[in-house]
């Protein structure tokens, strides 16, 4: 049990039969009544977000979550499968259970898996990753790294937007959370 005076960005919760991030509180003493926290909840399931208000001191469950480092072996069909890096049990997920950062996934990549109750919650690949560019236009002389951007398509079928003067066959940075080129690997 967590109390609500103990809200902090990130802690998880149980609440309506499920997972709720706190995003953001507020704890408010009003000049006449009791005090009480004010809260910004997101599903760790869904995604959505709602808020909600508990009085000061009221206590809820925390969520236990476990995260394990597990690594993405094959595809199975529809499903991803993954292997725990420490047990080798392997592990059937969904693409709607690892999210939109799915077109970012390669065989043999490693990410961390969050599961409660023994669901999966939500799958972490790595902020950044090392792709190849498999589908772009041609870079053409005098291009420039600030003249302009470009969509270039990468093995795992993502499309970002990259500088004019990268060409198929270059292996990229990209950030996952922001869809975004970040340089060239050497």
Not at 14 to 24: F, K, P, S, T, Y
Not at 157 to 186: C, H, Q, W
């Amino acid at each position: 049990m967590i109390s609500s005076n103990d809200f902090r960005p990130g802690v998880t919760i149980e609440l309506d039969n499920g997972v709720w991030r706190v995003v953001e509180f507020l704890h408010v003493k009003p000049g006449k009544g009791a005090a009480f926290v004010r809260t910004k909840l997101k599903n760790a399931q869904t995604g959505s977000v709602v808020e909600r208000t508990f009085r000061a001191g009221e206590t809820v469950p925390q969520a236990t979550l476990e995260k394990s480092d597990m690594q993405h072996t094959y595809m199975d069909g529809e499903q991803y499968v993954f292997m725990d890096m420490k047990t080798y049990e392997e592990m059937n997920i969904s693409a709607a259970q690892i999210g939109d950062r799915v077109k970012y996934l390669k065989e043999g990549m490693e990410a961390q898996v969050v599961t409660w109750n023994g669901k999966v919650i939500e799958v972490d690949l790595p902020n950044t990753v090392v792709l190849e560019v498999v589908e772009t236009d041609p870079g053409v002389k005098g291009d420039t790294a600030t003249g302009g951007q470009k969509p270039a398509k990468l093995e795992t079928g993502a499309t970002v937007m990259v500088p004019l003067f990268i060409s198929v066959g270059e292996k990229l940075r990209i950030d996952t959370r922001e869809d975004k080129y970040l340089g060239r690997e050497n």
